[in-house]
């Protein structure tokens, strides 16, 4: 099967900036997730999706940060303005049923976000 | 607050070595415990743990999950250089509703 697929792979922006990334899950997987990976770090959940409703985004930084899934099936989260300490590399998963917890998450390759 | 710890964060050893990696972890509602291997891109699953004491094998790499002590190991034996990754582990809690990270193992082998 088709593995979860997310561009672009890099992005480099100025402070300030805004910045869009787009992720395509495994096909019929109902849960969706975005991460943020800082170097050196374990990946930390921004959001949850079951379908095109948010399960969990209490750790997305709402003032700049935002995700959107409409029609169920792709997403795109987006930082608007970008700030230094964004840079990292966001990571898209998704899961079969309804991400209870018995499904292992299967992971895109991830965009590098660079802020200069 | 939900936190999952990993130790240690960095190892080295040579091929034919085995190695055991710790994790332990504080959940809510605990439901699941994942292990993880990230080379350069994606993490890729390892494993899925939800049952105390029943062993998970796959070719040289083994884990196992203690409910009761909150913490899970990751065996790996006959290393080779291709093991060489982080290995991340993460719980799952509130139902399903809360996914945590650890820092993950750094392991490299050595030729």
């Known amino acids: 099967e088709a593995g979860v697929a997310q561009s672009p792979r890099y992005k480099i922006i100025e402070k300030r900036q805004s910045v869009a990334f787009w992720c395509n899950p495994i096909s019929g997987h109902a849960t969706l997730y975005w991460y943020q990976q800082i170097l050196g770090q374990g990946p930390k959940l921004l959001i949850q999706f079951q379908n095109n409703g948010v399960v969990d985004d209490s750790q997305l930084p709402k003032d700049r940060f935002s995700a959107e899934r409409l029609k169920g099936v792709d997403s795109t989260l987006k930082i608007q303005p970008a700030k230094l300490e964004d840079s990292a590399v966001y990571l898209c998963a998704s899961s079969a049923m309804t991400g209870d917890g018995n499904q292992p998450q299967h992971f895109g390759d991830g965009t590098r976000l660079s802020i200069l | 607050e939900d936190k999952v710890v990993q130790s240690p964060l960095s190892l080295v050893v040579h091929e034919g070595d085995t190695v055991t990696l710790n994790c332990s972890y504080e959940v809510t509602n605990f439901r699941s415990l994942l292990w993880y291997k990230q080379e350069k891109k994606a993490p890729t699953f390892l494993f899925m743990l939800?049952?105390?004491?029943i062993e998970k094998k796959s070719g040289r790499l083994s884990s196992i999950l203690d409910k009761k002590e909150l913490f899970s190991i990751l065996n790996i034996t006959a290393t080779q250089t291709g093991d060489s990754a982080i290995y991340l582990c993460?719980?799952?809690?509130?139902?399903?509703?809360?996914?945590?990270f650890g820092p993950g193992t750094r392991l490299s082998v050595l030729p």
């Open positions: 939800t049952s105390s004491g």
């Open positions: 993460a719980v799952v809690g509130n139902y399903g509703q809360n996914f945590v």
